[in-house]
């Protein structure tokens, strides 16, 4: 009796050694290629109730939990997906149906998408461990650096990147980025040419090579560069800010003007960007003359952010020009008007003039002589009269060339009546010589004066 249940013992032990051979060998594998199936076709909820049945039999198998985080993953359910794919790095288990280095890859996307970069991180940096060959992981580790701030490291992994590949254009764009931040603008220009020769529609290369390009002088190019990348929606603006700058430096101020208004077009109320246009744009009109223009500009920037630049600075300076039509008109007149008007003020100080010197369209200078000595014919002596409607501050090196001159022109004082204000050393070199200075304010009474 004892030998026959110790037969049957056997036997049973056999048959279900035998039983899980053929399951394992057999049919295990014809299920799981048919719910794989089931998710290519999108059955992924059959899927998923056949492979929670399957895992309720045999939990450590990690086929079974990588297609299920597939299916998880099919429906959206990223959470769970995580938790399989995680299950199935636990068991180490791997196969060519099973490869660690595609889960790793789909958890690192999965935590890019989400916005967690960090698990991202290590998964990437265990790729690299993994499959030290693969481009694409040091480049995703740039990317990751770059936008945390930290550009050493981020600069590193673009190099390896580009070192094992050099054909992705991003990697080189980035690259160009750290480099430009670090003003290493030779090695920057090459990174972002590098960029455009492997894609010509990468927008922002071009906007980038331009702007190295503009920093280092070459502002044709420059603009070159800023019209090609003006076919980005997302940088149309810069570019109609950079190009608009580029003639402001080349002194081009109609085009810039140009540009600017372009962009203004297209700008957000109050955004930077939106500021920076006008500044820019009121800064042109200023050198042409525009005042009212520039001021329109300035008091807009003023009523959005008042401590913007120096724009307080500038409507404090156009104070009197807002509100005396005169003054304003002096300001913007033709070159023969401000001849006329520089004549009338002169006479209206009790001179007469007798040598006129137009040097620039907002400079004058006049050698005048005293009318009382002209009618009593006594011995004339000259006085320089500098005529300036600019608002810039007027430096001591003026005075000095001018206190020089005036042995050659018989003169024995200095005049200068500007729009602007004098610096400190102006003041003081010529609070101890025969030098006079005419400020805003002198230059509104002096207006007011002549008439019309």
Same mark, same amino acid.
């Given at each position: 009796?004892?030998?026959?249940?110790?037969?049957?013992? /056997? %036997?049973?032990?056999?048959?279900?050694?035998? !039983?899980?051979?053929?399951?394992?060998?057999?049919?295990? &594998?014809?299920?799981? #290629?048919?719910?794989?199936?089931?998710?290519?076709?999108?059955?992924?909820?059959l899927a998923i109730k056949k492979l929670t049945e399957l895992l309720e039999k045999d939990d450590r198998? &990690?086929?079974?939990?990588?297609?299920?985080? #597939?299916?998880?993953?099919?429906?959206?359910?990223?959470?769970?997906?995580?938790?399989?794919?995680?299950?199935?790095?636990?068991?180490?288990?791997?196969?060519?149906?099973?490869?660690?280095?595609?889960?790793?890859?789909?958890?690192?996307?999965?935590?890019?998408?989400? =916005?967690?970069?960090?698990?991202?991180?290590?998964?990437?940096?265990?790729?690299?461990?993994?499959? &030290?060959?693969?481009h694409e992981n040091y480049y995703q580790l740039g990317v990751i650096y770059f936008n945390s701030g930290?550009?050493?490291?981020?600069?590193?992994?673009?190099?390896?990147?580009?070192?094992?590949?050099?054909?992705?254009?991003?990697?080189?764009?980035?690259?160009?980025?750290?480099?430009?931040?670090?003003?290493?603008?030779?090695?920057?220009?090459?990174? %972002?040419?590098?960029?455009?020769?492997?894609?010509?529609?990468?927008?922002?290369?071009?906007?980038? +090579?331009?702007?190295?390009?503009?920093?280092? !002088?070459?502002?044709?190019?420059?603009?070159?560069?800023?019209?090609?990348?003006?076919?980005?929606?997302?940088?149309?603006?810069?570019?109609?800010?950079?190009? =608009?700058?580029?003639? +402001?430096?080349?002194?081009?101020?109609?085009?810039?003007?140009?540009?600017?208004?372009?962009?203004?077009?297209?700008?957000?109320?109050?955004?930077?960007?939106? +500021?920076?246009?006008?500044?820019?744009?009121? *800064?042109?009109?200023?050198?042409?003359?525009?005042?009212?223009?520039?001021?329109?500009?300035?008091?807009?920037?003023?009523?959005?952010?008042?401590?913007?630049?120096?724009?307080?600075?500038?409507?404090?300076?156009?104070?009197?020009?807002?509100?005396?039509? $005169? /003054?304003?008109?002096?300001?913007?007149? !033709?070159?023969?008007?401000?001849?006329?008007?520089? $004549?009338?003020? /002169? #006479?209206?100080? =009790?001179?007469?003039?007798?040598?006129?010197?137009?040097?620039?369209?907002?400079?004058?200078?006049?050698?005048?002589?005293?009318? #009382?000595?002209?009618?009593?014919?006594? $011995?004339?002596?000259?006085?320089?009269?500098?005529?300036?409607?600019?608002?810039?501050?007027?430096?001591?090196?003026?005075?000095? $060339?001018?206190?020089? *001159?005036?042995?050659?022109?018989?003169?024995?004082?200095?005049?200068?009546?500007?729009? =602007?204000?004098?610096?400190?050393?102006?003041?003081?070199?010529a609070n101890t010589r025969p030098i006079e200075l005419l400020g805003k304010s002198d230059l509104v009474?002096?207006?007011?004066?002549?008439?019309?």
């Amino acid at each position: 009796m004892i030998v026959t249940y110790i037969l049957i013992f /056997v %036997f049973t032990v056999f048959l279900s050694i035998f !039983g899980y051979y053929i399951f394992s060998a057999y049919i295990f &594998p014809r299920k799981i #290629e048919e719910i794989a199936q089931m998710i290519e076709m999108g059955k992924t909820r059959l899927a998923i109730k056949k492979l929670t049945e399957l895992l309720e039999k045999d939990d450590r198998n &990690p086929l079974a939990h990588f297609l299920l985080a #597939e299916a998880y993953l099919k429906e959206n359910n990223i959470q769970y997906a995580i938790l399989e794919y995680r299950q199935v790095l636990k068991l180490g288990r791997f196969d060519e149906k099973v490869d660690e280095t595609v889960i790793r890859s789909k958890l690192a996307k999965i935590y890019l998408d989400r =916005g967690d970069t960090e698990e991202a991180k290590k998964e990437f940096l265990i790729l690299t461990k993994i499959t &030290p060959d693969n481009h694409e992981n040091y480049y995703q580790l740039g990317v990751i650096y770059f936008n945390s701030g930290a550009v050493d490291k981020a600069g590193n992994y673009f190099k390896k990147s580009i070192q094992l590949y050099n054909k992705l254009d991003m990697a080189h764009y980035y690259l160009g980025q750290i480099q430009y931040k670090m003003n290493n603008l030779t090695d920057a220009k090459q990174s %972002f040419i590098e960029a455009i020769k492997i894609e010509q529609a990468n927008y922002r290369a071009h906007y980038f +090579l331009g702007l190295v390009l503009r920093q280092t !002088g070459d502002h044709e190019w420059a603009i070159k560069e800023f019209e090609i990348a003006q076919k980005s929606d997302d940088i149309k603006i810069k570019c109609f800010l950079a190009k =608009g700058t580029c003639y +402001l430096e080349r002194e081009m101020h109609p085009k810039a003007i140009i540009e600017f208004e372009r962009g203004l077009k297209f700008a957000k109320r109050g955004s930077d960007t939106e +500021l920076n246009l006008r500044y820019y744009l009121a *800064s042109s009109q200023e050198s042409i003359r525009d005042l009212q223009g520039a001021i329109a500009n300035w008091e807009q920037i003023a009523a959005v952010n008042k401590s913007f630049r120096d724009v307080q600075e500038k409507l404090k300076t156009y104070a009197e020009f807002r509100q005396d039509d $005169r /003054v304003k008109d002096f300001m913007i007149a !033709g070159l023969s008007q401000f001849e006329h008007d520089s $004549r009338k003020i /002169v #006479e209206a100080m =009790g001179l007469s003039a007798v040598d006129v010197d137009i040097i620039s369209d907002t400079e004058i200078e006049i050698v005048a002589a005293d009318n #009382e000595a002209k009618w009593r014919n006594a $011995r004339m002596s000259n006085k320089v009269v500098r005529i300036m409607r600019t608002t810039d501050s007027v430096q001591d090196k003026l005075l000095r $060339r001018l206190h020089e *001159s005036m042995k050659q022109k018989n003169a024995n004082r200095v005049i200068i009546i500007s729009a =602007g204000d004098f610096n400190q050393s102006a003041v003081e070199f010529a609070n101890t010589r025969p030098i006079e200075l005419l400020g805003k304010s002198d230059l509104v009474r002096l207006l007011k004066n002549i008439g019309s």
